[in-house]
């Protein structure tokens, strides 16, 4: 059964990026190993170590759609129309770049909750994604997401853009799957319901 999920890689004090929106270290464990994990955009492909190898597959190979913000959007020059994950992007926004065509796999809407129902139709029976840490933060206010996963890294930025912020209530999770890899640990939440 499909379900829809988030996946940030995250600093041991829950940033995604420093204040200019600049990863840093965040993502050095997508090249610490010597396993090769390739994506659907050629022009990327990951090396890791086994287990995080075995993370990645999951993560990725079951995605129908992703869903990502406008800001994240521009900062990855809109993946050149090709996300690695190799799925349609929906992008949340109240300002469509006015050359939208030039993305033909990607859909410009204005609210978290539309975004992720034409996401679910343009996954089929496979898992839509949120990429971006406020959709995220939308969707699980809305009581919309099943899984919240983490790669936690070993880096504290002291300040920047919080994975998770204003949520709008409590939420409660169930215990995660842990898988300890090098440079991050991955850490997978159900949503209890």
């Known amino acids: 059964m ?3 999920l988030t996946h940030m890689t995250m600093s041991l004090d829950g940033f995604i990026a420093d204040p200019h929106d600049n990863p840093g270290e965040l993502f050095d464990w997508y ?11 050629e022009d990327v492909s990951f090396e890791v170590d086994e287990a995080s190898a075995a993370v990645l597959r999951d993560l990725t190979t079951n ?23 190799g799925a349609p992007v929906v992008v949340v926004t109240h300002r469509p770049p006015e050359d939208a065509d030039r993305w ?7 609210d978290v909750g539309t975004a992720i129902d034409r996401a ?6 496979k898992d ?3 990429a ?4 995220a933060q939308q969707a699980l206010t809305l009581g919309l997401v099943d899984e919240v996963c983490v790669s936690l890294v070993p880096v504290l930025f002291g300040e920047g853009i919080p994975y998770f912020a204003n ?13 300890q890899g090098r440079r991050a640990l991955h850490l997978r939440y159900p949503v209890r319901r």
Not at 33 to 39: E, F, K
Not at 104 to 110: E, K, N, Q, V
Request: no cysteine.
């Open 120 to 125: 679910r139709e343009l996954a089929g029976d």
């Open 31 to 41: 090249g610490s190993g010597d396993v090769t994990v390739p994506s659907s955009n």
């Open 132 to 135: 971006s840490a406020n959709v």
């Open 104 to 110: 033909p796999r990607t859909t410009f809407l204005d």
């Open 128 to 130: 839509v994604t949120i």
């Open 63 to 85: 995605v129908g759609a992703l869903v990502a913000g406008r800001r994240l959007f521009d900062i990855a020059g809109g993946w050149g129309d090709n996300h690695p994950v």
């Open 167 to 179: 949520l709008g209530g409590h939420h409660l999770l169930e215990d995660p799957v842990v898988v």
């Open 2 to 4: 499909s379900k829809i």
